[in-house]
């Protein structure tokens, strides 16, 4: 869905307090961001400490490659897989991939 940059905010917000309530050990917490789009929601909550890794997937090749670009400009190299990856794909065509690296 889309929605203005106030109403991401909440968001995003929301997430990340959220996955402060479930994960005892956000070092060792594995975030699955399916349908991630351009990434923001995976690389916020690995930005604010909630987890420790994270795997975007999503069907669009356009948005994974933005994906890729936003990660790199938040500081997570692409080519180190064991912190940040994103995967263009159905999400339910490739779970075995998902923890590769990871």
């Not at 699955?32 to 930005?47: E, F, P, R, W």
């Not at 356009?62 to 997570?76: C, L, M």
């Amino acid at each position: 869905f889309q929605t203005n940059t106030k109403g991401a905010e909440v968001l995003y917000n929301i997430v990340v307090s959220r996955i402060k309530e479930v994960a005892t050990d956000p070092t060792q917490t594995l975030l699955l961001d399916v349908c991630c789009g351009t990434g923001t929601i995976g690389l916020t909550c690995l930005k604010e400490g909630v987890v420790g890794k994270m795997v975007g997937v999503d069907i669009s090749e356009p948005a994974i490659e933005d994906a890729k670009i936003n990660a790199k400009k938040n500081g997570y190299n692409k080519d180190d897989p064991t912190t940040c990856r994103f995967i263009a794909s159905a999400a339910e065509k490739n779970p075995p991939r998902y923890n590769e690296g990871h």
